[in-house]
Structure formats: structure tokens, C-alpha cells
């Protein structure tokens, strides 16, 4: 699982030279660290197996769940958050992924959680948007990253940030809310 989701990531910019070496290898242990702990508990994962190698995993996606403040529209506090969906590219546009995430969505409304999100990368937003993830009606998703400041921002895409200073402009990387991986 985390080395598919590192396929995702290293696809993202996100591996040596982007991220030196040790930082990568620091990311797949506390995330393989993250898994084993949570499994079970706030997490779902699901997964294809390559059906010529029994074991090797070509597909993956987990779901966690939040626990939110509710608001006048969705009482319920739990949020699903969809997030390290990875495909082999070998295998890739032959449904793997739109299977795990038909299950992870299942699995969130088999708890009755009705409020699933994601961020997605330009090339599976078309996937999420046929599967009926939107940008939504009621307000603009926006996030805050001291260590991926904001296109415009003197600190660059990949740059440091000063703890507790505003940086850049207002808009989210890459327009879209939805249309970005994050």
C-alpha cells in the first residue's frame, strides 16, 4: 500500500531530487507507521491484486474518517476523506481504480457517513467527477500549508514558510479545489 501511494506521490513531484532522499524514507516509515496504527479504527483500505502475481498489489485507495464540527446542513460530525488512490501505470484505465473507489465510497455510507472529499490530481479528477465528487455548492475549499506556500508567494511551490505569516495570494494551487492533488 504505501508503495503504491508512493507511485502517486513520486508522480506529484513529491520524490528525490523534489524531496531529498532521507525525507522520502522518513515519509514511507511513518506512513507505513500510520497504517498498521489506524487500520481498523479511522481507516478502510482497499486494494486490486495483479491477477498474473498473486500478492503484488496494482491498485489501492484508503478512506479515513474526521470528526468535524457540524454545521445547519450536515449535522453529522464524521467526514470520509478519500485519499492515496494509486494505480500501477501498466494497469492503469482498466477500472482498478474506479472499483476501490466505488468500495471506499460504499464503506463510508455503510457507516452512514454522507460527506465523503478528496483532492484530487488532474489526471483522476475525471474519474472522481463521474463518480460524483463536485466542488460543492457552499463555499470554496481552501487549505493552508506552511510548506507549500501558494503559487506567487516569494517562498516558490516548494519553499519554507514562516510559521503564523500569511503568504501569497488568496486563491488554491491550481484553481480547481477539486482539481488538485493534495
Known amino acids: 500500500m504505501v508503495r503504491l501511494a508512493g507511485v502517486m506521490y513520486r508522480e506529484l513531484g513529491a520524490a528525490p531530487p523534489a524531496l531529498a532522499q532521507e525525507q522520502f524514507t522518513r515519509w514511507e516509515r511513518a506512513a507505513g507507521a500510520a497504517v498498521r496504527q489506524r487500520l481498523g479504527a479511522d481507516l ?13 498489489l496494482i491498485a489501492c ?38 472499483a476501490v473507489l466505488r468500495r ?4 463510508f455510507e455503510a457507516g452512514g457517513i454522507g460527506t465523503v472529499e478528496l483532492h484530487a ?7 472522481y467527477r463521474s463518480e460524483g465528487f463536485w ?6 475549499a481552501m487549505r ?7 503559487p506567487g ?13 500569511p503568504v501569497g495570494g488568496g486563491e ?5 479545489p477539486v482539481a488538485h492533488q493534495g
Open 153 to 165: 508567494s516569494p517562498e516558490g511551490s516548494w519553499g519554507p514558510a514562516t510559521p503564523g505569516k
Open 121 to 127: 490530481s488532474a489526471g483522476g479528477a475525471p474519474l
Open 172 to 176: 488554491p494551487a491550481g484553481g480547481d
Open 44 to 56: 478502510v483500505i482497499v486494494v486490486c491484486e495483479d491477477p498474473g502475481i498473486p500478492g503484488r
Open 61 to 98: 485507495g484508503a478512506g479515513t474518517v474526521a470528526v468535524r464540527l457540524p454545521n445547519p446542513w450536515h449535522p453529522d460530525p464524521r467526514v470520509g476523506y478519500v485519499q492515496w488512490m494509486s494505480t500501477e501505470p501498466g494497469h492503469r484505465h482498466q477500472g482498478h481504480a474506479r
Open 104 to 107: 471506499l465510497v460504499a464503506w
Open 135 to 140: 466542488g460543492g455548492s457552499t463555499g470554496l
Open 144 to 150: 493552508y500549508r506552511a510548506w507549500d506556500p501558494p
